[in-house]
T-cell receptor, first 112, second 113 residues
């Protein structure tokens, strides 16, 4: 089955700096890669996603890149703000429409 | 369009009792997933259901746990004879299709005394 790894597990950045979180997946059949943000005590919220037919997608300060050959994808947050502080999860879903497998999460702290 | 609705939001049970967690997917969504999350940990897949069918239950313990998604009504995750180790947040998520986006509910937090 699919296995998703995520690094780093914790990340601290100064407000205004960029943050990058990386994930790798094992199943080359995976074709959909969403990213979720979870604030303390709240539900995971979808912030951006990418499908395997594109290499990059951007939405304001957030971007995701995908390297299918190397089987890794990354979340980039620019001009970080304190409200970006949360746990971020990457996930992968295979081409057969089975379950989503999540990475272990990255706790991002944006220091004012 | 209301989001994914879960209830109860908080549930307290004593060891040996049963816990029933309910999930109503978003309107138009017929695919439901259940995940379990321990404090400070990630989202662990339990079960994936479509209306009246279990598609993948590979993450669900064989004993005491069961899930259903009937033709009418919410999906239900049932935990029989709860133990302290069942204490966790249980998140339901729904999707419009097997290739669609996944949206989470607010979760049900189970505490076993």
């Amino acid at each position: 089955g699919e296995n998703v790894e995520q690094h780093p597990s914790t990340l601290s950045v100064q407000e205004g700096d960029s943050a990058v979180i990386k994930c790798t997946y094992s199943d080359s059949a995976s074709n959909y890669f969403p990213w979720y943000k979870q604030e303390l005590g709240k539900r995971p919220q979808l912030i951006i996603d990418i499908r395997s037919n594109v290499g990059e997608k951007k939405d304001q300060r957030i971007a995701v890149t995908l390297n299918k050959t190397a089987k890794h994808f990354s979340l980039h947050i620019t001009e970080t703000q304190p409200e970006d502080s949360a746990v971020y999860f990457c996930a992968a879903r295979d081409n057969y429409g089975q379950n989503f497998v999540f990475g272990p999460g990255t706790r991002l702290s944006v220091l004012p | 369009n209301a989001g994914v609705m879960q209830n109860p939001r908080h549930l307290v049970r004593r060891r040996g009792q049963e816990a029933r967690l309910r999930c109503s997917p978003m309107k138009g969504h017929s695919h439901v997933y259940w995940y379990r999350q321990l404090p400070e940990e990630g989202l662990k897949f339990m079960v994936y259901l479509q209306k009246e069918n279990i598609i993948d239950e590979s993450g669900m313990p064989k004993e005491r746990f069961s899930a259903e998604f009937p033709k009418e009504g919410p999906s239900i995750l049932r935990i029989q004879q709860v133990v302290r180790g069942d204490s966790a947040a249980y998140f339901c998520a729904s999707s419009p299709s097997s290739t669609g986006e996944l949206f989470f509910g607010e979760g049900s937090r189970l505490t076993v005394l």
